[in-house]
């Protein structure tokens, strides 16, 4: 049973913690809840979006559909609500049902966070079909892969009972090439797509019925042949060109992000460290969702053979090996991480199986931050920096691999330090870099002419 009226009624000018239950262990979590929030125009906005939808909802019976009704209603003259509401609603109880779990008032299932998907779609009536589908997924060396991939093909086999063979080169053509409605983008009228989006699609659609041409069945004739027995739609579609994406960052971009992340707050000393990380280290946006156990104190042994104490971290490498690895952790990533860890007061409580880089608001988090979130703070910071809206955290990967070349690295030491399968994926980190003129003339000049002159 819940207590007080909608928000409306509030005196928002003297805010205080109102009596949203007459539960006291959901009315104490709600007053942490309240209480952890950075500022009072936050409390004001959260309590604008719980108190209307505790009012008429149990919090132990709430579903993910009352979340989602709630969050698509509106009494508002424009008829719909809009997708920026739409998102707050739902974080809002998403965060406020986070901590009721911590706090272990709510054992469901958060009903303000989706269920989660499944691995492999149903896409097909046809077992082998199916079938070819699943171990086609399976194949597929990364998530991000898997999920990209996946999305494109529920969108392109929409009828069960056609099989992929009897799909043409011209629907084929056609849906890559179509634009698609967006709720986010272009006030939801169709999103006409990139170069980047056609050849993606056209990869996912290849990369399938380039699989299903080897996929073996048994026949009627009780002999294996390939389920794929026409020639794929995809063949004749070719790769578009596409411009290069903006993904440099020089010593003014870089002293220009840095200079609007704050020096006070402890969002601020965490992205500082965070994006420290980032540039030091020259990792991938997943590769660096550290735990506190994946940083250990290590003895190095540096080229003389001389030993010295560090630090290493592991990381999941996120490229075609994907397992886990050890580098040295600099010294100048280590101290940023102490000096955040302490001015946050978490360096006596933080547990092993804890996130480094975590959330601060509503509450102090356990779960590193999501690739998503990392992302959307960037963005911030970039665009205060008044920064190309292009940068993206991938930018810090290109910066170290260009300084590594500027400071006297080889493109071999450059190519293991990054990960990368081979140079050629190095090179073009690096090919801004090189010119076309020929900068080891005067070296060799001064090396052979006193022996041409010699002969």
Same mark, same amino acid.
Request: charged share 25%; glycine share 4%.
């Given at each position: 049973?819940?207590?007080?009226?909608?928000?409306?009624?509030?005196?928002?000018?003297?805010?205080?913690?109102?009596?949203?239950?007459s539960n006291p262990a959901w009315q104490e979590c709600f007053e942490q809840f309240f209480e952890s929030l950075p500022s009072h125009a936050e409390q004001i906005a959260h309590l604008r979006r719980l108190a209307p939808f505790f009012q008429d909802h149990d919090p132990e019976v709430v579903t993910q559909d009352d979340v989602e009704a709630y969050c698509r209603e509106t009494i508002s003259y424009h008829g719909k609500v809009s997708i920026g509401?739409?998102?707050? +609603?739902?974080?809002?109880? +998403? &965060?406020?049902?986070?901590?009721?779990?911590?706090?272990?008032?709510?054992?469901?299932?958060?009903? *303000?966070?989706?269920?989660?998907?499944?691995?492999?779609?149903?896409?097909?009536?046809?077992?082998?079909?199916? *079938?070819?589908? !699943?171990?086609? /997924?399976?194949?597929?060396?990364?998530?991000?892969?898997?999920?990209?991939?996946?999305?494109?093909?529920?969108?392109?086999?929409?009828?069960?009972?056609?099989?992929?063979?009897?799909?043409?080169?011209?629907?084929?053509?056609?849906?890559?090439?179509? *634009?698609?409605?967006?709720?986010?983008?272009?006030?939801?009228?169709?999103? @006409?797509?990139?170069?980047?989006?056609?050849?993606?699609?056209?990869?996912?659609?290849?990369?399938?019925?380039?699989?299903?041409?080897?996929?073996?069945?048994?026949?009627?004739?009780?002999?294996?042949? *390939?389920?794929?027995?026409?020639?794929?739609?995809?063949?004749?579609?070719?790769?578009?060109?596409? &411009?290069?994406?903006? +993904?440099?960052?020089?010593?003014?971009?870089?002293?220009?992000?840095?200079?609007?992340?704050?020096?006070?707050?402890?969002?601020?000393?965490?992205?500082?460290?965070?994006?420290?990380?980032?540039?030091?280290?020259?990792?991938?946006?997943?590769?660096?969702?550290?735990?506190?156990?994946?940083? @250990?104190?290590?003895?190095?042994?540096?080229?003389?053979?001389?030993?010295?104490?560090?630090?290493?971290?592991?990381?999941?490498?996120?490229?075609?090996?994907?397992?886990?690895?050890?580098?040295?952790?600099?010294?100048? !990533?280590?101290?940023?991480?102490?000096?955040?860890?302490?001015?946050?007061?978490?360096?006596?409580?933080?547990?092993?199986?804890?996130? /480094?880089? /975590?959330?601060?608001?509503?509450?102090?988090?356990?779960?590193?931050?999501?690739?998503?979130?990392?992302?959307?703070?960037?963005?911030?910071?970039?665009?205060? #920096?008044?920064?190309?809206?292009?940068?993206?955290?991938?930018?810090?990967?290109?910066?170290?691999?260009?300084?590594?070349?500027?400071?006297?690295?080889?493109?071999?030491?450059?190519?293991? #330090?990054?990960?990368?399968?081979?140079?050629?994926?190095?090179?073009?980190?690096?090919?801004?870099?090189?010119?076309?003129?020929?900068?080891?003339?005067?070296?060799?000049?001064?090396?052979?002419?006193?022996?041409?002159?010699?002969?």
């Amino acid at each position: 049973m819940l207590c007080g009226d909608s928000e409306r009624s509030y005196p928002l000018a003297n805010l205080r913690i109102p009596p949203l239950f007459s539960n006291p262990a959901w009315q104490e979590c709600f007053e942490q809840f309240f209480e952890s929030l950075p500022s009072h125009a936050e409390q004001i906005a959260h309590l604008r979006r719980l108190a209307p939808f505790f009012q008429d909802h149990d919090p132990e019976v709430v579903t993910q559909d009352d979340v989602e009704a709630y969050c698509r209603e509106t009494i508002s003259y424009h008829g719909k609500v809009s997708i920026g509401t739409e998102k707050r +609603r739902r974080a809002a109880i +998403r &965060a406020f049902y986070d901590l009721a779990i911590k706090n272990r008032c709510f054992a469901g299932p958060n009903p *303000a966070r989706p269920p989660d998907k499944p691995k492999v779609p149903h896409l097909f009536a046809d077992e082998q079909w199916q *079938a070819c589908l !699943v171990a086609w /997924v399976e194949q597929l060396r990364s998530d991000e892969t898997r999920s990209s991939y996946c999305n494109i093909l529920m969108r392109f086999f929409l009828d069960p009972d056609r099989t992929p063979d009897l799909y043409t080169r011209q629907e084929t053509e056609r849906f890559i090439r179509s *634009a698609h409605a967006s709720k986010v983008h272009n006030h939801g009228e169709p999103v @006409e797509p990139s170069a980047q989006t056609r050849n993606l699609r056209r990869s996912a659609l290849a990369s399938f019925y380039e699989y299903c041409a080897g996929y073996q069945i048994v026949g009627d004739d009780k002999r294996l042949h *390939a389920l794929l027995q026409t020639p794929p739609p995809t063949k004749g579609i070719r790769t578009e060109q596409t &411009a290069p994406a903006h +993904r440099l960052l020089s010593e003014s971009d870089l002293q220009a992000l840095f200079s609007v992340i704050p020096q006070t707050t402890a969002q601020g000393i965490r992205d500082r460290s965070l994006f420290t990380a980032y540039l030091y280290l020259g990792r991938r946006n997943r590769e660096l969702r550290l735990l506190w156990q994946d940083i @250990e104190p290590y003895t190095f042994t540096d080229e003389k053979g001389q030993s010295y104490q560090g630090h290493r971290y592991r990381y999941h490498a996120k490229g075609k090996g994907q397992r886990w690895q050890y580098a040295e952790l600099s010294p100048q !990533v280590w101290d940023s991480i102490l000096w955040y860890l302490i001015a946050t007061d978490r360096l006596s409580s933080i547990q092993p199986t804890d996130g /480094v880089f /975590v959330r601060h608001a509503p509450f102090v988090g356990k779960e590193p931050l999501s690739s998503s979130t990392i992302r959307h703070i960037l963005k911030k910071y970039a665009m205060a #920096a008044n920064l190309d809206p292009s940068i993206c955290v991938h930018s810090f990967r290109h910066a170290n691999a260009q300084w590594r070349y500027r400071c006297g690295q080889g493109l071999m030491e450059i190519c293991k #330090a990054m990960g990368h399968s081979h140079v050629g994926i190095t090179h073009i980190y690096l090919q801004s870099l090189i010119g076309e003129q020929d900068t080891a003339i005067p070296a060799l000049t001064a090396k052979f002419r006193p022996l041409l002159e010699v002969m």
